[in-house]
């Protein structure tokens, strides 16, 4: 990938899904770094990292990753209990999206493209992502709405973080339609 890196590589291997790739824990939230622990786990419980492909292995194969002894296993393997644990359920829900169990936003079933936002509406929808100018909030259109640092709260907010996070539950005024450009801008302030 062009301008990928070294160092971005490793920060943001954790978060790559690459579906058709090489190796099948390409399709989990084990790091690169940590494929040959979690291999040498498969292996000591009579699995091959294929086996997470496999519907029918992959049910026997969580029973006996809930079955391994993290203190023992982590020795054996050479590696921490805490890692030992994240590869142990990583392993047991491959290829999951981790906003799956973000709950889902209440939505009204009158706006459900941006034709149908006006300027004013108060809606309530689900914080997607927390970014340094604000966060952008799902609110049932094809496209999330962003709420600018500046509209977060009535007084001044240093960091969104400290306002909202993500899977917050939010409600939000529409003060901006950009339909040319698919873009919402959304307000918390009462």
Do not use: W
Request: some cysteine; overall charge negative.
């Amino acid at each position: 990938m062009p301008k990928l890196g070294k160092v971005a590589y490793t920060q943001c291997a954790g978060f790559l899904r690459i579906y058709d790739g090489d190796n099948p824990l390409e399709i989990t939230a084990v790091h690169p770094e940590s494929y040959e622990k979690a291999e040498n786990l498969l292996k000591q419980i009579g699995y091959e990292p294929q086996d997470i492909l496999e519907k029918e292995t992959l049910t026997k194969l969580k029973q006996n990753l809930k079955e391994v002894n993290i203190a023992k296993t982590a020795k054996d393997l050479d590696i921490g209990e805490m890692t030992l644990s994240d590869i142990i359920e990583e392993l047991t829900k491959p290829g999951r999206d981790p906003r799956e169990d973000m709950p889902k936003p209440i939505l009204r079933n009158d706006v459900l493209k941006l034709e149908d936002l006006t300027e004013g509406m108060v809606l309530t929808g689900t914080v997607r992502n927390v970014i340094d100018f604000g966060a952008f909030v799902d609110i049932g259109v094809k496209h999330d709405g962003l709420v600018h640092i500046s509209e977060m709260s009535e007084s001044f907010v240093k960091n969104p973080s400290d306002i909202v996070s993500v899977g917050d539950i939010v409600k939000v005024k529409v003060i901006g339609i950009d339909k040319e450009r698919q873009k919402v801008k959304l307000s918390m302030k009462q």
